[in-house]
């Protein structure tokens, strides 16, 4: 056991909106292919006083009044006085004060219209209350999920480990970004970024290690559905032959769905208060908030145990008189079915679209949550628009008369999924789509931690990194363009038309650049520059420099913008620079955008993060 | 006879007689005389010697009422309790195992935080029904079960059907295994499953901060 070298992990980090999991293997001994990975117990407080080991660590933070927590309580084994409080303890004490809980900051980190660095959060809060923003919550994660690594393991340092982390497939490149410097910000920025259905992928693929090559072949498309506790993110991986070995290309991926299994719990709440209301027992906030965790419960009752037709729900009185004050109703079969099954997986023909109305009703101020809940929809729209995802690829061949993508086999990721009705409802309708245009029914890989493959995929994945074992190709997850104002005389009253100059396609691979030279922008000296930033998920065929003049609505969606200052460095204030822009999709997952000088090969790094400042 | 006879004419007894010279034979019944007088005489004395002491003791006793405080009487108790620890040394000392109130107290937090168990046992269930009082069980089942899930791994004893013979084998765990009932005989004893028992196979209680105070099982909650 003396080895010479240290001992080397590769560390996965699944940085989830409801949840952080942590995941980590040995690599010292890569001779032997063996692949020996654990779940790392995450110390956390779960209440004051109280530090507990679990799996997960919630992703919220409680900002406590000075007054609100005795002297010592807060202690983690690692600090006595840490800066935030984080983990289970965040979620309990948020329960009952929930003006001082910060919660879902990974969403906003995907918010095109707000400034990630402001603190904003929690909305809502009154004045007094310290806020931090989405980013700050992100480094306070990590912050955490690194301390508890330095606490068990002192003689490996997480900064020599090699660490992964996931972000939705979705994620646009502000945001993984965002993550990137975040990680940088705790001293991990070697950490490398991973998509979470690609981690949920790999995680598959190690736990069948034996015998997955016998339950996926070439000509297979994979569809991976991944309902967590706050979004929804679809990808397609396509199977492919090179030089007689398998190869996995990530051929699609969806849009950012805010929309998972917290809007769930929180529909049977609802429907559970209605019925209540029509008793007239009128619900209290505080007593609401007990619904929804009751309902929560009595849902996972109701899903995996098919024998039984109603649950019953208690809602306990707060005070210490337990039996006089307790509120009691029930939740049974036909509400779960009607509310979940048939409110959630709707079964809806492949020809279906997500339904986008007037914003009404109730929803925290600020994330744009998906409007139409029913995910088979949003599944339908998404299989639909890439149909021709695996156009490029000749071992995929697409049925003629298809209208839309024919996923051949579906593994399904995050916790929503363990319900067995809703797995089934969701291959059901999948499988009537495929039925209906004589496609064969698409297999459901099996065998997957649904809580916890996406930090055992992105261990796994440090492993692949060192040669061993499949790699998924991925690349940039859409092409990228900059929108440039077309020289025409302008009409008052009418915006100027805009051209969309292609700047990075699809799949670009990591650690390839592509410039730009023959288009020629005037900078400024000085003065920031910004563009409007473009990404698409269907254009494949465009190249670098492919200008568009017109484009379909849901063909291209508008990023936030980008932003560009040449400093003045040994230049004089107001000279124009002559410079073409360049694009790198860098090793670690993101996408770099630069301004090179065409006359001296001076460069500018171009910002995502320009929110501020609006 | 003719023993005797021959014995009495060869030592006639003549009291008129007087020794004239000391021989062998009347020295040896000199000395047993002398012998025999110093061992009566010893005699004698151990006699009165036991006796004094005996006397002595009554005396003490019958003097202690009267003057309780005296130094003498004292010292005397003193060598009694000196006799009973002498007497004492056959049993091995027994030590009781104390534990720390803490890791008691913090469960009981825990079933009150899970479960209210403790405002459950302190409610006077009389004046509800079964219907209100099982709704409050409920609360207190699933979090009790909660609460014990969370922090204990729990395994049968025996894993066979309750009811079901069983063969307990020479040697077994005394504390495992209670047997019952007839018990005559020796090991291997066979008999009916009636408890499959339980045992805690891994205990996860969280950990503590300095500032905790595992006293307050339920802070008191005051909304503002």
Redesign the interface.
């Known amino acids: 056991m003396n080895s010479p070298n240290p001992q080397r992990f590769t560390v996965g980090i699944d940085l989830g909106t409801t949840h952080c999991v942590m995941s980590y293997a040995d690599l010292t001994n890569l001779e032997n292919d063996e692949f020996l990975q654990h779940v790392m117990p995450i110390?956390q407080l779960?209440?004051?006083?109280?530090?507990?080991?679990y799996l997960q660590l919630p992703s919220f933070i409680y900002q406590a009044h000075e007054a609100e927590l005795?002297?010592?309580?807060?202690?983690l084994?690692w600090t006595n006085k840490p800066l935030h409080l984080v983990g289970e303890i965040a979620r309990n004490l948020g329960s009952k004060t929930p003006i001082r809980l910060v919660s879902s900051a990974k969403s906003w980190l995907c918010h095109s219209d707000i400034d990630c660095k402001a603190p904003l959060l929690p909305t809502g809060a009154p004045e007094e209350v310290e806020r931090i923003s989405p980013f700050q919550a992100t480094v306070a994660y990590l912050q955490h999920l690194k301390s508890a690594w330095q606490h068990q393991h002192p003689d490996t340092p997480l900064e020599q480990q090699d660490v992964v982390i996931t972000v939705p497939a979705s994620f646009d490149p502000a945001a993984r970004e965002l993550t990137v410097e975040a990680a940088k910000n705790v001293g991990l920025g070697h950490a490398i970024l991973l998509e979470e259905p690609q981690a949920a992928l790999y995680s598959w693929i190690e736990k069948n290690h034996n015998n997955w090559r016998k339950q996926v072949h070439v000509g297979d498309i994979i569809l991976v559905i991944d309902i967590g506790g706050g979004t929804t993110d679809l990808s397609l991986i396509a199977v492919t032959q090179k030089d007689g070995n398998l190869e996995f290309n990530r051929v699609a991926i969806g849009d950012h769905i805010l929309l998972g299994g917290d809007n769930m719990d929180l529909a049977l709440a609802y429907t559970v208060k209605a019925k209540l209301e029509t008793e007239d027992k009128l619900l209290q906030p505080w007593q609401f908030q007990a619904l929804t965790h009751s309902c929560r419960?009595a849902k996972e009752k109701l899903l995996t145990n098919m024998t039984m037709d109603v649950a019953?729900i208690?809602i306990?009185n707060?005070g210490?008189?337990?039996?006089?004050g307790?509120l009691?109703t029930e939740l049974t079969r036909a509400e779960v079915n009607n509310t979940l099954v048939d409110g959630f997986l709707p079964q809806v023909s492949a020809s279906a679209k997500p339904v986008f109305r007037a914003r009404t009703g109730l929803r925290t101020p600020g994330l744009p949550y998906a409007q139409d809940a029913g995910i088979t929809r949003h599944l339908a729209a998404f299989l639909a628009k890439q149909q021709n995802a695996t156009g490029e690829l000749e071992d995929i061949k697409l049925a003629k008369n298809a209208t839309f993508i024919h996923p051949t086999a579906v593994l399904f990721n995050g916790g929503v999924l363990k319900a067995d009705s809703l797995a089934n409802r969701l291959m059901n309708v999948l499988n009537g789509w495929l039925q209906d245009e004589q496609a064969p029914p698409a297999r459901l890989l099996s065998g997957n931690d649904l809580d916890l493959a996406v930090a055992r995929g992105a261990a796994y994945y440090g492993f692949v990194r060192k040669g061993k074992g499949v790699r998924i190709k991925g690349g940039a997850a859409a092409s990228y363009y900059v929108g440039i104002e077309s020289a025409m005389p302008s009409v008052p009253g009418i915006p100027p038309e805009i051209q969309a100059l292609c700047i990075a396609p699809f799949g670009m691979e990591e650690g390839t650049q592509q410039e730009l030279s023959n288009e020629e922008f005037g900078l400024v000296i000085g003065e920031p520059v910004r563009f409007r930033f473009f990404a698409s998920t269907t254009r494949r065929e465009d190249r670098v420099g492919t200008r568009l003049n017109r484009w379909n609505r849901d063909e291209l969606s508008e990023l936030a913008e980008i932003e560009v200052t040449l400093d003045k460095e040994g230049r004089r204030a107001g000279e124009v620079v002559p410079v073409h822009l360049c694009a790198a999709v860098t090793e670690v997952g993101t996408l770099e955008l630069q301004a090179v000088s065409q006359k001296d090969n001076a460069h500018w790094k171009i910002e995502f993060d320009v929110r501020s400042g609006e | 006879m003719t023993y005797l006879e021959s014995l009495m004419t060869t030592f006639a007894v003549d009291l008129s007689l007087r020794p004239t010279t000391f021989d062998l034979w009347h020295v040896c019944l000199a000395g047993t005389v002398v012998v025999l007088m110093a061992v009566l005489i010893l005699l004698l004395l151990v006699m009165l010697l036991s006796r004094s002491r005996y006397k002595k003791e009554i005396n003490t006793k019958t003097i202690q009422p009267i003057q309780p405080i005296e130094p003498v009487v004292k010292i005397v108790e003193k060598i009694i309790e000196v006799e009973k620890i002498v007497q004492a040394p056959i049993p091995e000392p027994v030590i009781l195992k104390e534990y720390t109130p803490d890791a008691a107290l913090?469960m009981l937090g825990l079933l009150q935080?899970e479960a209210?168990f403790i405002?459950?046992l302190?409610?006077d269930?009389t004046a509800?029904n079964d219907a209100?009082?099982g709704?409050?069980a409920?609360?207190?089942h699933?979090g009790c079960n909660k609460a014990v899930n969370e922090h204990f791994s729990l395994a049968p004893i025996r894993n066979e059907q309750e009811g079901s013979n069983i063969t307990v084998p020479i040697g077994f765990d005394a504390s495992a295994i209670r047997l019952t009932g007839n018990i005559v005989g020796i090991a291997p004893f066979t008999g009916s499953l009636i408890h499959k028992g339980w045992q805690v196979t891994e205990v996860?209680l969280?950990?503590?901060?300095?500032?905790?105070?595992p006293n307050i099982v339920a802070a008191a909650?005051i909304e503002l």
């Open positions: 110390p779960s209440a004051p006083g109280m530090v507990d080991d005795a002297e010592g309580v807060a202690a084994p419960d019953p208690i306990a707060r210490s008189s337990l039996i006089g307790t009691r | 913090q935080k209210r405002d459950f302190k409610e269930i509800y209100d009082i709704a409050a409920r609360v207190v699933e996860r969280p950990k503590l901060t300095q500032g905790h105070n909650e």
